[in-house]
């Protein structure tokens, strides 16, 4: 866990805050004032990876950055488990303490089917939703497939089972501290510059010890296990969902989810939502393409104001 009043040589200046409702100790960002914006990172990363939208959209929204278990500067306990489910339980607690309302959900990695459990469970809470790099999917029945497929395609994934089998898995997520480039890079990144003494420091900092590394190895050992559950909206909530106002931005470079199997799984879920691919950035595209990223969202923000009807456009793609 990082210590709550780091800043990374001022790369992330925000205030820090927590909550004790999810049953430990959650930190998030909390900046600006306005419709709310809640950016749900993945694996292995936390909120930092925001911190560039985080500074351009807060002038304007209140931005909502949490750190999940085991990760950021939120605990890691050790009598949890760190399945899907639990991070949606997690979150759900987040956003009732706070009651947060008229949401734009803003997923990336596993942040999407966390941000998607959470609509699935509060549809009447959530306002919009934007994926970046991220699975915005329920438990469909085309969900199985497209995972599979995926899978066969991404060294990531590969490597997780394979290690899971072998029962290396652990040793080696257990020493995030030490392989997290290496792990950030098999994952997908383009802009080799980036990786300075301070950006290193930053994502390594949650994994300083094998205990503190619970999150980034249950989230691998789950998918390998079998172990995530994507929640299932009922009809009426699911029907809500798909009329919302919906962005997907891919980074087409991204070797871990591919977005010839994910982009078509948002596209079936938002018939309307609107999706651009962006050529130069990879899995981590909000590090790859900050600046692309942050007017798309200020842009589809503008054309869709909270409590206002839908303007639709044709999409870029």
């Known amino acids: 866990m990082i210590h709550r009043h780091e800043t990374f040589n001022g790369t992330y200046p925000f205030a820090a805050h927590f909550t004790a409702a999810p049953g430990f100790d959650m930190h998030y960002v909390d900046e600006g004032e306005g419709p709310v914006v809640l950016c749900l990172h993945g694996e292995p990363t936390w909120g930092y990876l925001f911190r560039h939208l985080t500074a351009q959209l807060c002038t304007n929204h209140r931005v909502i950055v949490p750190d999940h278990m085991g990760f950021g500067k939120s605990e890691t306990p050790a009598d949890r488990t760190y399945w899907l489910q639990d991070h949606i339980d997690n979150l759900e607690k987040l956003v009732l303490d706070l009651d947060l309302q008229d949401i734009t959900l803003v997923m990336h ?25 991220a699975p915005a999917a329920f438990g469909q029945p085309t969900l199985g497939a497209t995972l599979e497929a995926n899978t066969a395609e991404s060294p990531w994934f590969t490597w997780v089972i394979r290690a899971a089998q072998e029962g290396r898995l652990e040793g080696v997520l257990n020493e995030s501290h030490y392989n997290i480039l290496s792990t950030l890079k098999l994952n997908g990144f383009e802009r080799n510059e980036l990786i300075t003494a301070t950006w290193l420091k930053a994502y390594a900092a949650p994994f300083a010890t094998p205990a503190d590394c619970r999150g980034v190895l249950g989230w691998a050992a789950g998918f390998a296990a079998g172990m995530h559950q994507f929640e299932n909206p009922d ?32 596209r079936s879920l938002f018939p309307d939502g609107q999706v651009y691919e962006l050529p130069q950035a990879g899995h981590y595209s909000p590090e790859d ?29």
């Open 109 to 133: 990695d596993f942040g999407g089917p966390m941000g998607m459990g959470l609509a699935a469970r509060h549809p009447d809470r959530i306002a919009r939703i934007v994926s970046i790099n």
């Open 235 to 266: 009809t009426i909530a699911r029907e809500k969902i798909s009329r919302l106002p919906a962005l997907c931005i891919w980074g087409s470079a991204d070797q871990t989810l591919h977005g010839k199997y994910f982009i078509p799984l948002f």
């Open 289 to 317: 393409a900050p600046d692309a990223i942050a007017w798309l969202l200020s842009r589809f923000l503008g054309l869709n104001p909270v409590g206002k009807p839908t303007q639709h456009i044709i999409p870029v793609i």
